[in-house]
């Protein structure tokens, strides 16, 4: 529903940045790695890219600094037992490349790091997206000792 939004930082919590955009505050949940990239000192506009979470109970909206940790985000919360809270922890712990090499190379001890992944989640991550993980970007590699 929402693609992005844009606008100033009017308030950051361990896992909470809220952004009011045309006089609305509205309070996206993000990753460690996306509070690091966001500023509250300055004065600028920020962009956040996000996902509506619809529940019976709630609606809980996610945003992140890039659209390359959306879509990881997504493809971790398509997988059975993988809810929001797990999807952020993961990508809290790894960004979305270093992820997609943990997946490609069945690294279930880099995963099992974030907080709440025990190693069957893990293996079952593993195993359901090793197949749509197609590549994975050559400059990570090249900084990377595998």
């Given amino acids: 529903m929402f693609y992005s939004l844009t606008g100033k930082i009017i ?6 940045v809220a952004i009011s955009c045309g006089g609305v505050g509205f309070k996206c949940f993000t990753t460690r790695n996306t ?3 966001l ?4 004065n600028s ?3 956040v890219f996000t996902h509506l979470n619809v529940r019976e109970d ?4 996610f945003g992140f600094a890039t659209e390359e940790e959306l879509e990881a985000f997504k493809m971790l919360i398509g997988v059975s037992g993988v809810g929001p809270k797990a999807a952020l922890a993961i990508l809290s712990e790894l960004s979305p490349d270093a992820f997609a090499v943990a997946v490609a190379s069945g690294d279930t001890k880099a995963i ?3 907080n709440g992944v025990g190693p069957k989640l893990a293996a079952r ?11 994975i970007p050559t400059e990570y590699l090249a900084t990377k000792d595998l």
């Fill in 125 to 135: 991550l593993i195993t359901e997206l090793k197949d749509k993980i197609v590549t």
């Fill in 112 to 114: 099992t790091a974030a």
């Fill in 39 to 42: 500023s509250l000192n300055n």
């Fill in 35 to 37: 509070l690091s990239k």
């Fill in 45 to 47: 506009d920020v962009t």
């Fill in 11 to 16: 308030h950051k919590s361990e896992q909470t």
């Fill in 58 to 61: 709630a609606l809980d909206l």
